[in-house]
């Protein structure tokens, strides 16, 4: 068998075929299974760090509202929910506080030590096997100022979230795929091997028989026979003898075809040349034809007027000025790298100091694939670009305008923070966003300077407006940046603070009233020592927009009325009580 093949041309070819066909497809399917373990455990690690994120998250308002109890039902929701085999959560040092999916009896797997000493630096991952593959995603809950009240602020985590997912599932998959690709390979295989047999007995063996009987032809004499040089093969051998008789012939007959074309080709570029030369010469623009060695081929005369250079240089632009910014010839040498059209602008010195500005349009010429030349149009845009400098300094100028007007409009001169008017805007922005986003938080806070008509009585108005705008200053220099600090009226201020529980902001006000009560003001005959009384509120869902306002100027006025330099928070059960009254 091995011998009747080594015979055979065709099947010689159709074994090799199918044995590189073969061993492409083994590769294939090793790499295709390999690929897509490593995509599903990708994908997998994913999921679970945006459910990680979730848990996390839930678990953290709960335990910042004091419902400590909700936490297991959490992590018992979300492994019910995701299909997830357990969820453990642990303390900071890995013991553990609750668990979901675990049974009595079963063990709890501790952190391994390498991701426990790892993971305040961020999410980890732990792909192991204890009697079936699974994946483990450990995700550290973050100890921040809102929980320093139950954990302290020198602990880094306030505990570690684990979640195991089962790997199980996939390994049936990848088998079920790899016997699928295996049976059609088989079924592909023997397809192929029968197919090729008879094609190759079609197409080898029919031409080697024609080739012999081409080549009676031709020792006969006949010259009208044309084969293809085959290679090395059984064919070539056929070949060799006749291709080197038809080689003489075509030879003479291509030498001669060459001549005649070339005389055409030099004719018809003659009669294009004397075309193109009277259309450059009417062009108001300066135009060039360059070849591949950056020769000038053709030109007019004014393009020797906008680029005074060119005079020196004696029909050759140099090829360091096609490689560096030299104007405007740079757009030459891009064309000749890419064969695409480029536009570019520059500008040149002058005698006097004076600028010329040039655009400068690049086209490549085509001959059989290649570019042969390039058309280079170059045109004097000093004027247009005179008048655009000068529109964009004119916007300019209008544009700072506007944006110091804009300013203007939403700030106390006084104080330099913002006015009554932008917060009334802002405060309204706040609370529709308040709407759209699920679980926010806005609260706000009113300030007012205790016994402030007493002391500009006393020191004088002037000695008043530095004590307000002392104010507005450390206001400013301690709230977050998302925070905004306005003038309400008067000595009253207040802020608007996003994304803020109303315990955060009443803790944030006593802060604020400490500050001002320990900070020395400047007078005009010394330091001038002052109070403040504070008014917290936040706003409920559902009520008009200017209801956190009321209950915040409540607030305030109760502060005032229990003494002054104190801080009032209203609670929304107060406000939603007061409200059922009202209606």
């Known amino acids: 068998m091995v011998r009747f093949i080594q015979r055979s041309l065709e099947l010689r070819i159709a074994v090799?075929?199918?044995?590189?066909?073969?061993?492409?497809?083994?590769?294939?399917?090793?790499?295709?299974?390999?690929?897509?373990?490593?995509?599903?455990?990708?994908?997998?690690?994913?999921?679970?760090?945006?459910?990680?994120?979730?848990?996390?998250?839930?678990?953290?308002?709960?335990?910042?509202?004091?419902?400590?109890?909700?936490?297991?039902?959490?992590?018992?929701?979300?492994?019910?929910?995701?299909?997830?085999?357990?969820?453990?959560?642990?303390?900071?040092?890995?013991?553990?506080?609750?668990?979901?999916?675990?049974?009595?009896?079963?063990?709890?797997?501790?952190?391994?030590?390498?991701?426990?000493?790892?993971?305040?630096?961020?999410?980890?991952?732990d792909l192991h096997d204890h009697g079936t593959a699974s994946l483990s995603y450990y995700s550290p809950i973050a100890n921040q100022a809102p929980c320093y009240r139950c954990h302290g602020s020198d602990r880094l985590l306030n505990g570690i979230l684990r979640i195991d997912f089962s790997l199980q599932g996939i390994e049936p998959l990848i088998t079920a795929r790899r016997n699928s690709i295996l049976l059609w390979t088989t079924i592909?295989?023997?397809?192929?091997m029968t197919v090729l047999v008879a094609l190759l007995r079609h197409f080898v063996h029919t031409p080697v028989e024609e080739l012999r009987r081409a080549m009676a032809r031709a020792e006969a004499g006949d010259e009208n026979i044309l084969l293809p040089d085959t290679g090395s093969d059984e064919l070539a051998v056929l070949q060799r003898g006749f291709i080197s008789m038809l080689d003489r012939i075509n030879s003479l007959h291509r030498a001669n075809f060459d001549k005649e074309k070339e005389l055409a080709h030099?004719?018809?570029?003659?009669?294009?040349?004397?075309?193109?030369?009277?259309?450059?010469?009417?062009m108001p623009d300066g135009v060039l034809l360059v070849d591949t060695s950056m020769r000038i081929i053709q030109s007019n005369p004014r393009v020797y007027e906008l680029?005074?250079?060119?005079?020196?240089?004696?029909?050759?632009?140099?090829?360091?000025?096609?490689?560096?910014?030299?104007?405007?010839?740079?757009?030459?040498?891009?064309?000749?790298?890419?064969?695409?059209?480029?536009?570019?602008?520059?500008?040149?010195?002058?005698?006097?100091?004076?600028?010329?500005?040039?655009?400068?349009?690049?086209?490549?010429?085509?001959?059989?694939?290649?570019?042969?030349?390039?058309?280079?149009v170059v045109r004097d845009i000093t004027e247009r670009v005179k008048t655009e400098r000068e529109?964009?300094?004119?916007?300019?100028?209008?544009?700072?305008?506007n944006r110091l007007l804009s300013q203007l409009a939403q700030t106390d001169s006084l104080t330099e923070v913002s006015n009554r008017r932008y917060f009334d805007e802002l405060l309204d922005r706040e609370i529709k966003g308040h709407s759209r986003r699920k679980n926010s938080q806005l609260s706000l806070m009113m300030i007012d300077i205790d016994h402030f008509k007493l002391l500009n009585d006393r020191l004088g108005h002037l000695?008043?407006?530095?004590?307000?705008?002392?104010?507005?200053?450390?206001?400013?220099?301690n709230v977050r940046e998302t925070d905004t600090v306005a003038r309400f009226g008067g000595e009253e201020f207040v802020i608007v603070m996003p994304d803020t529980h109303l315990d955060g902001a009443g803790y944030h006000a006593e802060v604020l009233r400490k500050k001002v009560e320990a900070r020395p003001f400047p007078g005009p005959d010394g330091p001038v020592r002052m109070t403040v009384s504070i008014g917290v509120a936040a706003y409920v869902s559902g009520s008009p927009s200017q209801e956190v306002l009321r209950s915040a100027d409540r607030a305030l006025y109760e502060a005032k009325e229990g003494g002054r330099n104190r801080v009032v928070v209203i609670r929304p059960e107060a406000v939603v009580k007061e409200q059922g009254s009202v209606g």
Do not use: W
């Open 16 to 125: 090799a075929l199918v044995i590189v066909l073969a061993a492409v497809i083994g590769g294939f399917t090793a790499m295709d299974i390999r690929i897509m373990r490593k995509d599903t455990i990708r994908t997998s690690e994913r999921n679970l760090a945006a459910l990680a994120g979730t848990v996390k998250g839930n678990v953290i308002a709960a335990m910042r509202r004091g419902n400590h109890l909700d936490v297991q039902r959490i992590i018992e929701e979300a492994r019910s929910s995701f299909g997830i085999d357990r969820i453990v959560i642990y303390d900071e040092e890995g013991k553990l506080l609750r668990r979901s999916g675990i049974g009595p009896g079963e063990r709890t797997l501790p952190i391994p030590p390498s991701v426990l000493a790892a993971i305040a630096s961020g999410d980890r991952s």
């Open 188 to 192: 592909m295989v023997a397809l192929l």
């Open 266 to 282: 030099n004719r018809e570029a003659m009669r294009f040349r004397n075309e193109l030369q009277s259309m450059f010469n009417a």
């Open 307 to 376: 680029v005074p250079a060119l005079e020196k240089a004696g029909g050759v632009i140099k090829p360091d000025c096609v490689q560096k910014e030299c104007c405007p010839f740079r757009g030459i040498g891009e064309v000749l790298k890419s064969a695409a059209m480029m536009e570019s602008q520059c500008s040149i010195s002058l005698r006097g100091g004076d600028a010329r500005h040039l655009h400068s349009i690049c086209a490549p010429v085509m001959e059989e694939g290649r570019v042969a030349y390039v058309v280079q």
């Open 391 to 401: 529109l964009e300094e004119r916007t300019s100028e209008l544009v700072a305008a």
């Open 463 to 477: 000695a008043g407006d530095t004590v307000l705008r002392e104010l507005a200053k450390m206001l400013g220099e």
